[in-house]
């Protein structure tokens, strides 16, 4: 009889699971509930509640299915707490569930890679396809890594995500020495590890840790380089309109337009910058690069308010606002993706936009 797939959503709940659980700090939810006490305990409770884990797991003898990372223990059990954020935000993990993938165990199915020794998965959802989810959620575990008894060196292999571009090589080399055996993963395959150690994201629904900045602010360089950016959008979805306009109005008070992900590093454009205008996407993964004290503002379609990037800047000692644009987006609207893609694009009135009041520029 074939058994059936759970789902564990705390590593304390399986005797399968050696765990060392780490403190992390949230400066959004800090700053958000400092009115009230009441405030702070309320949003405690929702953490609580909500299953949130932060720590290393490692496990003997599990499955890791690529290239979300899926981790798989000898029981049957999906670890849903090393996943990006929550298993509902995953449609593997939901066909999991489902019953699609029963008993990844079982020797009808095709043998899986071997993966001999001590390996270090830091694979993770959209890792292999996303600048930012690459940054963040798959390299940024590195941040949940650090500080422990652990050294990368420990590890016989480290899997991370497969990312095309020189900027994500030149990060990788920053980080990892020339001699650790780097395992890229792009493709959908499984492996069985004799002995895996899993960090989790260093943050929760969708709000980061302090330990994100802190970690990546040590391999970027501050040579000034830009003093005011503003970082464009050009894809789908979440295409924003009146961008020309916007970079010619902004050019005005002395703020160039980049595309981060095309410059020498992936953090010049944010490591010594005192101003930073982003439209929200994945290039605003860098200001995990960004210094104390810049100004960081955020322009994004009133329907996508997610904190994100907000919680970075905060967490890195800046000082934020957003400005929402507005789209064809609409509530209780029957989504489909082609309809998505064309709802998704926002504008923005000049108006809306108060540059010198909403930057805190007094000097050009």
Wanted: hydrophobic share 40%; net charge positive; aromatic share 12%.
């Amino acid at each position: 009889m074939v058994s059936e797939i759970k789902t564990l959503r705390n590593p304390n709940r399986s005797a399968l699971v050696t765990w060392t659980p780490k403190s992390l700090s949230f400066e959004l939810i800090e700053e958000f509930c400092a009115d009230t006490q009441q405030d702070l305990i309320r949003t405690n409770r929702l953490l609580a509640y909500r299953g949130y884990v932060a720590g290393i797991a490692n496990l003997k003898a599990a499955l890791l299915v690529a290239p979300n990372g899926i981790v798989v223990d000898s029981e049957n059990n999906i670890h849903e707490y090393l996943n990006w954020y929550s298993g509902k935000e995953s449609k593997k993990i939901d066909k999991l569930r489902r019953g699609e993938y029963q008993n990844l165990f079982s020797k009808s199915q095709v043998m899986p890679k071997v993966l001999r020794g001590r390996t270090l998965s830091l694979l993770s959802h959209w890792g292999n396809l996303n600048w930012g989810h690459f940054v963040l959620d798959s390299i940024g575990r590195l941040a949940t890594l650090s500080d422990s008894s652990l050294e990368l060196s420990d590890f016989d292999q480290i899997l991370i995500p497969t990312f095309p571009g020189a900027h994500a090589q030149i990060l990788l080399r920053s980080l990892f020495p020339a001699e650790l055996n780097l395992v890229q993963v792009g493709d959908a395959r499984t492996f069985f590890v004799e002995d895996l150690t899993v960090p989790t994201i260093p943050g929760y629904n969708r709000v980061y840790s302090s330990e994100l900045p802190n970690f990546y602010k040590n391999i970027a360089t501050r040579t000034p380089t830009f003093d005011r950016v503003f970082v464009s959008r050009n894809d789908f979805p979440r295409k924003f309109l009146v961008q020309e306009e916007m970079r010619r109005e902004l050019n005005n008070f002395g703020i160039v337009t980049i595309d981060p992900i095309s410059l020498e590093t992936p953090w010049t454009a944010f490591s010594t910058a005192n101003v930073i205008v982003g439209v929200h996407g994945a290039s605003m993964a860098g200001l995990v690069f960004g210094k104390v004290g810049c100004r960081y503002v955020e322009i994004t379609p009133r329907y996508h308010q997610y904190p994100y990037f907000e919680s970075i800047a905060i967490s890195a000692g800046m000082t934020t606002d957003t400005c929402y644009g507005t789209s064809g987006i609409v509530r209780d609207y029957v989504f489909t993706w082609s309809l998505f893609k064309k709802r998704s694009q926002f504008s923005m009135k000049p108006s809306e936009f108060d540059i010198q009041n909403l930057l805190k520029l007094n000097t050009f």
